[in-house]
């Protein structure tokens, strides 16, 4: 399974962006699918993430600011962020694991992960 995330790029503060993640290869289903991020300096930190059957779960940082959906037959995965803020600019990775609906805060034992797509918010 390989997990391909887009949609980063540069956006003024108070702007929005959309991210998306495609799986692809042998899938019937995945279990939780998540958003984490990584800035410079930072450990990595879960933003979002939904489980197969779409409860979804926030970090206080952009939780009211963000909204995390699945697509579980396309198996995609979108976060459509909004109000962005300087302090959200980092490396954002989609992650998933392929049966367990298990989401680690800090994405130890995920079972497959994206590429990065680079976030940048100007102040």
């Known amino acids: 399974v390989q997990l391909q995330a887009s949609g980063g790029g540069l956006v003024q503060a108070g702007g929005s962006l959309r991210l998306s993640c495609a799986a692809s290869?042998?899938?019937?289903?995945?279990?939780?699918m998540g958003w984490y991020r990584q800035a410079p300096g930072n450990e990595r930190e879960l933003v979002a993430s939904?489980?197969?059957?779409?409860?979804?779960n926030y970090a206080d940082s952009v939780k009211g600011r963000s909204t995390i959906s699945r697509d579980n037959v396309k198996t995609t995965m979108y976060l459509q962020m909004s109000s962005l803020k300087p302090e959200d600019t980092a490396v954002y990775y989609c992650?998933?694991?392929?049966?367990?609906?298990?989401?680690?805060?800090?994405?130890?034992?995920?079972?497959?992960w994206g590429k990065g797509t680079q976030v940048t918010v100007s102040s």
């Open positions: 992650a998933a694991n392929r049966y367990s609906d298990y989401v680690s805060p800090m994405g130890y034992g995920m079972d497959f």
């Open positions: 290869g042998i899938i019937f289903r995945l279990g939780v």
């Open positions: 939904i489980t197969s059957d779409g409860t979804t």
